[in-house]
């Protein structure tokens, strides 16, 4: 794949490696010899693989800046959960907001494709470097980590490409020139010798890859400790075989080696307990989700995170953004920062549905700011100067107040910055009738005349709580594995192989430290997995998580309902089972360099039609933003 030498180059920078080289032989160029005859070269190179995941910039294809876990929130935008609000500005990012993922000719379908292969061209190269019997500790380990590594790129990537045919029966869409049932992704180890006539394998050649891989990064790491969360250790792999025997378990009605769904739920049942028991993690408590310095942003602060990926100070690039930094082109950031990326009408929301079936005493419900943050203003008159105004205890309600102590603000610059925004205990506001009021609360970089973003998010928080300065702030953590992920899997599986009592034990076991007033009141396998789902979209929003899960249970789309949170109509879809959505192609790069893919890409599909067929336009969908849903019909 044409990718991979902008991968590796980046790479060998970023980790100095020419340094350690030097402390072989002295050359002008490096060799595979030369590296493998030094310990610190190869370390550089594993070191190579947490860099790359923070932010690659690549210039081919109009890629912009991207990071791992921009590249997952960038997913979630085509699910439910992820209400996108704003243009459909970025192309990508609006692209799988409303399904138009073509690949060819585009950015907007390239990531998948063109990210994972280059992060699995260097865990390759580490492979291939190291001697498979070494019997030195550190060697071993690298061993273990690329495998570990490996088998996560390979598992996400097969889910993300394989192809589903949209299900929902009011629509047509364009048919595969092939059938492209089960099938996964090319396969490039390293001992591959032909990359540019590498056929799609079926999801199950993919799947046995991962396995082998986490097989090998099982004796690898055994007896390893590690020294950073983006590192993985056993817990990590056994967590990575409770997702893959998950995803397996699901799968097994269109799968031709993988057909025992209750065996594999065993499976990811044995090795979800597996992974909490040898992590030793806890489930995130309210004070290190909702800290404004350290949560969500931050991997040595709690007990939950798995594993990973950080982001420096020092790498301001990626921190701030040289092209739309790695983090911040994520879109998570909430309203929070002066540097918040809602300044260009790109805002993340929870789905508003959603939010409302969020009980008050669900501390999680803090990750967004709902009608109650906001205050009914007695004071603001539409059109005349935007007041500052207290509430009845003296506390500032504005999101920014004037710096020369008066209460009138005629314009930004009189504005302070010291107060972030957040709403102080106690508070009680009102969501204000006129919402031009909210507006000018929450955006500024237009004018004060965007969108009012309601259950806009203020989850993922800046470095060290630093709301001002971008390469400070922006220097944040992404979990990669979260130990309650592996709960909810558990609580599945246990209803495939047990019943569904202990199941909703394992789930109420789980909600209770979110919410101590939690109870499931499922009454069958189909009302469990609908909790299950849901309790999990609140859970791992803007995580990334929800994608695959839309994906593997077939969830469907439904933001196109009046009163949505949405805030443009063609992000408005509303569709059920697999939503066209969810599956990119390769671009025509990819298809020119490997023969193989030519008729068997995933066909273009773009669903306008789900658009027009709920909103005509954005005033026809205007009309009901913000209002009561109960006054309205969902669609």
């Known amino acids: 794949m044409k990718i991979y030498s902008k991968f590796i ?54 890629i912009e800046c991207i990071s791992y876990g921009s590249l997952l929130a960038m997913f979630e935008s085509a699910t439910t959960p992820m209400s996108f609000n704003g243009i459909g500005g970025y192309n990508t990012l609006g692209a799988w907001a409303y399904g138009s993922i073509s690949a060819t000719g585009s950015n907007r379908g390239i990531y998948p494709s063109y990210v994972y292969y280059g992060y699995i061209k260097a865990v390759n190269d ?84 991962v396995l082998d891989d986490l097989a090998k990064a099982e004796t690898y790491l055994a007896g390893y400790t590690r020294t950073d969360k983006v590192q993985p250790d056993l817990s990590v792999v056994y967590g990575l075989y409770a997702r893959a025997y998950q995803f397996l378990a699901s799968h097994a009605t ?19 307990k597996k992974a909490i028991e040898t992590s030793g993690c806890t489930p995130l408590t309210e004070n290190e989700w909702t800290d404004p310095t350290t949560g969500f942003n931050s991997r040595t602060s709690q007990n939950s995170w798995m594993l990973a990926t950080s982001i420096s100070e020092s790498n301001t690039y990626a921190a701030h953004g040289g092209a739309w930094g790695s983090f911040g082109f994520a879109m998570l950031f909430g309203t929070e920062t002066d540097f918040s990326p809602y ?58 107040y004037n710096s020369t102590g008066d209460n009138l603000a005629t314009d930004e610059s009189a504005w302070s910055s010291d107060y972030d925004g957040r709403v ?47 390469d400070i702030g922006g220097a944040t953590d992404f979990p ?47 009302s469990f997995i609908e909790e299950l789902a849901y309790q999990k979209a609140i859970e791992f929003w803007g995580e990334g998580r929800n994608y695959f899960d839309a994906k593997r249970l077939e969830l469907g789309i439904h933001r196109g309902y009046k009163g949505t949170s949405v805030e443009r109509f063609n992000n408005a879809q509303d569709m059920n089972g697999v939503y066209c959505g969810w599956t990119p192609g390769w671009n025509t790069g ?4 490997n023969k193989a893919l030519v008729g068997y890409n995933n066909p273009y599909t773009n669903p306008t039609i789900f658009r027009t067929a709920v909103f005509a336009d954005n005033a026809e969908l205007s009309k009901y933003y913000g209002c009561d849903l109960d006054n309205h019909d969902d669609q």
Not at 256 to 271: G, I, P, Q, S, V
Not at 499 to 524: S, W
């Open 254 to 272: 269109i799968s031709t080696e993988f057909k025992d769904a209750r065996a594999l739920w065993a499976k990811a049942e044995e090795y979800a």
């Open 126 to 209: 580490i492979i291939s470097m190291v001697d498979k019997d070494t019997q030195d500790a550190n060697l071993r380990a690298y061993l273990g980590i690329a495998y570990a590594y490996r088998a996560l790129y390979y598992s996400e990537l097969t889910q993300i490409m394989e192809y589903k045919k949209p299900t929902d029966p009011r629509f047509t869409f364009t048919q595969p020139e092939h059938d492209l049932t089960n099938l996964g992704v090319p396969i490039v180890t390293e001992e591959t010798t032909e990359t540019t006539n590498n056929p799609r394998v079926t999801v199950d050649e993919d799947f046995k890859l």
């Open 424 to 470: 102080s205990d106690g508070a009680k506001y009102q969501l204000t009738s006129n919402p031009a009021w909210i507006r000018s609360r929450i955006n500024k970089s237009l004018g004060f005349k965007a969108w009012p973003y309601l259950y806009v998010n203020i989850k993922f928080r800046p470095h060290n709580g630093n709301y001002t300065n971008e």
């Open 590 to 593: 990819e298809l020119n360099t």
């Open 343 to 400: 300044g260009w009408r790109v805002g993340r929301s929870l789905d508003r549905k959603m939010y409302e079936r969020l009980p008050d005493t669900d501390f999680r419900k803090k990750s967004w700011l709902g009608p109650d943050f906001f205050y009914k203003s007695t004071n603001q008159v539409e059109g005349e100067k935007y007041l500052v105004e207290k509430d009845d205890e003296g506390n500032y309600i504005n999101n920014k």
């Open 9 to 62: 180059a980046l790479a060998l920078v970023a980790t100095s490696l020419s340094s350690c080289i030097d402390e072989v032989t002295p050359t002008e160029f490096v060799t595979k010899g030369q590296i493998q005859q030094s310990e610190s070269a190869i370390k550089g190179m594993v070191n190579s693989i947490y860099t790359t995941m923070v932010g690659y910039e690549n210039d081919d294809g109009g």
């Open 480 to 526: 990669i594995m979260r130990v309650e992920e592996m709960y909810f899997i558990k609580a599945e599986a246990e209803m495939h192989t047990k019943d569904l009592n202990t199941a909703k034990a394992t789930l109420v076991g789980l909600i209770k430290t979110r919410n101590p007033k939690y109870t499931c009141t499922a009454k069958d396998n189909a």
